[in-house]
C-alpha cells in the first residue's frame, strides 16, 4: 500500500526540470492491429528508463487514460538527456520512433504527440493533500508547505504575504 501523507505538502523544486508530456490519440478504434503496436512499444522504455536513472527521466511517469487519448507524464533532468534518449541508437526510442514513420504513412488510426517544458528552478509550484509522493514530489523533493509556504502565490515567489484566502487546515488546497 503507498503511504498517504494528510498533511498539506508541497515540491520544493530546487533545480531546473523538463516537463515532457506524450501521449497517442486512438483515431479508429476498431483498427486495434494498427494502434497496438503504437501502445505497446512505450512500456520497454520506460523499463529501460526506469532501471538505468542516469539517463535523465527523475520518476516514475504517470499515465492517464481520457477517452480516446493516452497520456504519459514525465520528469527529466534536463532536455539534453531527453533528447539524449530520444536520440540514442542503443535506446529502445529511436527503433519504435522510426516504426511508427514507417507504419504511418497514409495510416490515420493512431495519432501521437508530445509537448516538453522547461521549468526553471523557483518556476513551479504545487500543493498535495491525502496524497502519496505525487507529481513534482517525486521527481524533487516532497516537503510540508510550511516550508514552502501556505499559498501558491508564496510558493511561486508572487507575494511576500502567506495569507491563505481561508481558513487554514490540513484539507485546504490554496
Known amino acids: ?3 498517504v501523507y494528510g498533511q498539506r505538502y508541497s515540491a520544493d523544486l530546487e533545480r531546473d526540470i523538463v516537463v515532457f508530456l506524450i501521449g497517442m490519440r486512438l483515431n479508429q478504434l476498431w483498427r486495434f492491429w494498427k494502434w497496438l503496436p503504437v501502445f505497446v512499444a512505450m512500456p520497454s522504455m520506460i523499463i529501460e528508463l526506469r532501471r538505468n536513472p542516469s539517463l535523465g527521466l527523475l520518476s516514475a511517469p504517470r499515465t492517464f487514460i481520457s477517452g ?3 497520456l504519459l507524464v514525465q520528469y527529466w533532468e534536463s532536455f539534453e538527456k531527453l533528447e539524449s534518449y530520444a536520440r540514442a541508437s542503443d535506446a529502445h526510442h529511436l527503433p519504435s520512433w ?3 514513420n514507417k507504419r504511418s504513412r497514409g495510416n490515420h488510426s493512431v495519432g501521437i504527440w508530445h509537448e516538453t517544458y522547461k521549468v526553471p528552478a523557483g ?6 493533500v491525502n ?3 505525487f507529481g513534482l514530489a517525486a521527481a524533487s523533493n516532497h516537503v510540508l508547505t510550511s516550508q514552502k509556504g501556505q499559498s501558491a502565490a508564496r510558493r511561486l515567489g ?3 504575504s502567506d495569507a491563505m484566502p481561508v481558513a487554514s487546515n ?4 490554496a
Do not use: I
Open 1 to 3: 500500500m503507498t503511504k
Open 68 to 70: 480516446r487519448v493516452v
Open 98 to 100: 522510426r516504426r511508427f
Open 123 to 128: 518556476n513551479a509550484e504545487s500543493v498535495y
Open 131 to 133: 496524497m502519496p509522493v
Open 158 to 160: 508572487a507575494q511576500s
Open 170 to 173: 490540513d484539507d485546504v488546497l
